[in-house]
């Protein structure tokens, strides 16, 4: 691997010197889109043959139940064994690293999600492969970059390729990853980024549509083209996609949440989440694995029959059987999916609300068709169902509208695509502004918003521009030892500590002007009469967003950082803080600029 590495460097310092910085730039994602392709298509291919490895044994009728538990005890084991018991997953790991580590992600990144996500969605689990493949992706663009001598700009940049080649590659679905990348991950975009984030794009899709089967990709041919009178109907189930997103949303968390809160053994969580998943599975066998063999069937209108292991749903006659079949599918996928991922299993959400949509979908069509006024297509409402459930649980309806107008092969249905993601976005946006996955860190400050302020002050910490070359003087110290200091320092600020060397307020070299020419008052004035309190103090980990509101608030130039013992341990001026906030501005230029 070292070799490797070596002879990279030596080829791209070569390459640097031939090239123009734009042409080196599409070089390297050239190169990120390839090695994304690849890994996803090695992700994809390892998960096909466990599966038709599980379909080739010689197991009795319900053996197979046993091998998500398998699946998620593999990859614990591994976890546990190699990465210290835990690992970063998905889209929220990807955000964090562009917004709170200069977009660095660690090399295992490369390799880790691939095998963790194949164990557990190949041997079953209820979760998709594409949140592990753009993680993987990123990681291959951010260390690409990374040795290439990339600047943080770049490495962003970069780390989208890798993303949107991770996604075009799953579904062949190139606009699709282009859109998937500026969506979700680059906040800020510039026009010049379009350009590297659509070849790298391509030469992912190529790579799965040259290696892959037909079969292996994802993708249907309309029966029925779009009929404007359906219209009306594509409202209400946009309608419905936004409160079933919700509901998903809200249910995988709860899920997920209870059970990797258990104050348990992590092998303890795997049995009894795998003993869980069983139950779900031997109701509704369509949950097992990541379901897109059963998304087709029902875009494709040949889910006519199902396996009723309880023989409940027969009793309820053929056509409604199917019906509240559907609808139940919808509820409790949410639920294998955070039983999934709560008791270690490696996956993520795109697929499952890919295939919840399709069921809604379905279940909408089939309830309106069994009125006598109502007959519209099972298969586009299934279709435009996927788009609806994907936009409101990833927060992406421009990805959505235009991956479903891809694996189906033209833009006939691009009408009711936008009608129907357009409304549950709004819906879920309207009760919850982030999504699932970066709540928690959006509240924390530790990923991008769409507020350009917010997004520079994120990027950089308090310790980068905290100045610790301050004096400390203590609270039962005189007027002379402070004049000791004086001589010896160039600052106009000190910091006073009390006992146990606590910070306990602040001298200011201009309230103490008039005294400093009184010697003989130096022996008599203590400390503590000089001293005042500061306006406010900061915390050692505060967010920089919060910093600058006391900065405004109390109209100070300096701020006194203490640490968790409330030790004084520097000072933050609020030129510095402008300072860096202007150079982090100007950074961001065109690449087009960087000629």
């Not at 079953?124 to 990681?139: K, R, W």
């Not at 949107?164 to 990348?181: K, L, M, T």
């Not at 070359?469 to 000190?494: G, R």
């Amino acid at each position: 691997m070292k070799t490797i590495k070596n002879g990279y460097v030596v080829l791209i310092n070569y390459l640097r010197t031939k090239l123009s910085r734009v042409q080196f730039i599409m070089l390297i994602a050239t190169v990120t889109g390839f090695v994304s392709g690849m890994l996803a298509v090695l992700l994809k291919t390892i998960v096909h043959y466990i599966q038709h490895g599980i379909d080739a044994i010689p197991v009795s009728r319900f053996s197979y139940l046993l091998f998500p538990m398998l699946g998620i005890l593999l990859t614990v084991f591994i976890v546990n064994r190699f990465f210290h018991g835990h690992i970063e997953r998905g889209i929220a790991m990807v955000l964090k690293a562009i917004a709170r580590k200069s977009s660095y992600i660690p090399f295992s990144h490369t390799y880790l999600h691939v095998i963790t996500s194949s164990l557990t969605v190949g041997l079953g689990g209820s979760a998709g492969l594409e949140a592990p493949i753009v993680a993987t992706g990123s990681a291959a663009g951010s260390n690409l970059a990374r040795i290439s001598d990339l600047n943080y700009q770049e490495r962003t940049l970069l780390i989208a390729c890798g993303a949107a080649a991770g996604i075009s590659a799953v579904f062949n679905a190139p606009i699709a990853g282009v859109v998937f990348a500026i969506e979700v991950l680059l906040v800020e975009t510039l026009v010049s980024y379009f350009i590297p984030l659509i070849i790298s794009s391509v030469v992912g899709a190529l790579c799965s549509k040259i290696i892959l089967e037909e079969s292996s990709l994802f993708n249907f041919v309309l029966k029925q083209s779009f009929d404007y009178k359906n219209v009306p109907y594509y409202i209400l189930l946009g309608i419905l996609a936004g409160f079933v997103s919700l509901y998903y949303a809200r249910i995988f968390k709860f899920t997920e949440s209870k059970i990797h809160s258990w104050k348990i053994n992590s092998y303890g969580k795997v049995i009894i989440g795998g003993l869980l998943l069983l139950g779900i599975y031997f109701v509704f066998p369509p949950l097992f694995g990541e379901g897109y063999n059963s998304v087709k069937k029902v875009a494709n209108g040949s889910f006519n029959t199902f396996i009723d292991n309880t023989t409940l749903f027969s009793l309820l006659g053929t056509k409604w059987a199917i019906i509240a079949f559907a609808a139940f599918i919808v509820l409790f996928k949410p639920v294998a999916a955070g039983i999934t991922i709560g008791s270690g299993g490696n996956g993520g959400n795109f697929a499952p609300s890919l295939f919840a949509g399709s069921y809604l979908g379905y279940f909408f069509s089939q309830v309106l068709n069994a009125t006598p006024w109502v007959k519209i297509p099972v298969g586009n409402f299934s279709l435009v169902g996927m788009a609806g459930v994907l936009s409101g649980v990833m927060y992406s309806p421009l990805t959505a509208i235009f991956l479903i107008a891809e694996i189906t092969n033209g833009y006939e249905l691009f009408i009711p695509l936008m009608i129907v993601s357009s409304i549950s976005f709004f819906i879920v946006k309207t009760y919850e502004p982030f999504s699932m996955d970066l709540k928690k860190l959006a509240k924390e400050g530790q990923v991008f918003t769409h507020k350009k302020e917010k997004n520079i002050l994120t990027s950089f910490t308090l310790d980068e521009i905290m100045q610790d070359q301050y004096e400390t003087i203590s609270l039962d110290k005189k007027l002379k030892d402070l004049v000791e200091l004086l001589k010896k320092s160039e600052k106009n600020i000190f910091a006073v500590a009390g006992s146990k060397g606590r910070f306990v307020g602040i001298v200011e070299l201009n309230d103490i002007k008039q005294k400093l020419f009184q010697p003989e008052e130096y022996n008599k004035t203590s400390i503590r009469s000089l001293m005042k309190k500061p306006a406010a103090v900061l915390e050692q980990d505060q967010d920089m967003h919060s910093v600058m509101e006391l900065f405004d608030l109390t109209q100070s130039w300096y701020l006194p950082v203490l640490d968790k013992d409330k030790k004084f341990v520097g000072f933050i001026s609020k030129t510095k803080l402008f300072n860096k906030y202007r150079e982090i501005l100007s950074s961001q230029s065109d690449l087009y600029e960087m000629e």
